[in-house]
């Protein structure tokens, strides 16, 4: 019984770990692009 | 369109140079060398060798196999290669990623996010990436692997030491309550509390 609420417990900190993963990962995918690489991808298109 | 739809998406976009598709992932690709270095000048020189090494390399991408897989696996590569050289262990300073949020607004529940970020910043390098492309990013434990080099297990038992130690970090462990558990509870407490701390 203990270990089953123990094993659920353990399912819930995953997950409220992934969340957070998802958060932070999307907050930094989500900024802008430099312009720099935007630059750079044009830069290298010209040297085709 | 969120971040992690447009990984599963560009699974199957095959048509056309994929150059043209370069852009569409830069903003995966910096979120993913941010986990890496856990700074944003280094990030974005990664980003930057990222970017010219898949340009010039890019007749060794397969077409019709995964883009992003394939820009991630250059710009660990390029992660590890530029370490081993320099053979110097960038210190796990703590404060990095406060500092770079510290410009961002701080009434809205960014603090506790904040907090997620220091513990994560402090994992080894092996299981931040194992946790960034499963946890995050939407890789499957089998494309990991492929990208990282190792058995599927590796990757596995990589996420969840992560996992565990992230609860550590926090106190998850202990039963004290997780802040950041959902939008609209933030939402509230930012409002009512424009100081979280």
């Known amino acids: ?48 | 369109m969120t971040d992690r739809k447009a990984a599963q998406t560009a699974r199957s976009d095959a048509h056309g140079d994929p150059r043209d598709e370069l852009v569409e992932h830069l903003p995966a690709l910096r979120a993913f060398a941010l986990s890496l270095t856990r700074e944003g000048a280094s990030a974005d020189d990664l980003v930057q060798d990222t970017i010219v090494k898949a340009w010039t390399h890019i007749d060794k991408f397969q077409p019709g196999t995964n883009l992003r897989a394939w820009l991630f696996t250059i710009l660990r590569n390029t992660f590890y290669s530029a370490r081993r050289k320099t053979r110097r262990e960038v210190s796990d300073t703590d404060g990095i990623h406060a500092a770079r949020q510290a410009t961002r607004p701080e009434h809205d529940g960014r603090l506790a996010l904040n907090d997620f970020r220091a513990a994560f910043d402090k994992l080894p390098d092996e299981q931040r990436e194992a946790l960034i492309l499963v946890g995050a990013s939407g890789f499957s434990y089998e494309e990991a692997a492929a990208m990282t080099g190792v058995a599927v297990g590796t990757v596995k038992s990589r996420a969840n030491r992560g996992r565990r130690r992230l609860a550590e970090l926090l106190h998850l462990e202990e039963g004290e309550e997780f802040e950041m558990t959902d939008r609209a509870t933030l939402a509230v407490m930012a409002q009512n509390t424009p100081i979280l701390r």
Do not use: H, S
């Open chain 1, 1 to 48: 019984m203990n270990t089953r609420r123990e094993e659920r417990r353990q399912a819930a900190i995953e997950k409220q770990i992934d969340e957070n993963l998802r958060r932070v990962y999307e907050q930094d995918a989500t900024q802008q692009i430099p312009d720099r690489f935007l630059q750079l991808l044009d830069k290298l298109r010209e040297q085709e």
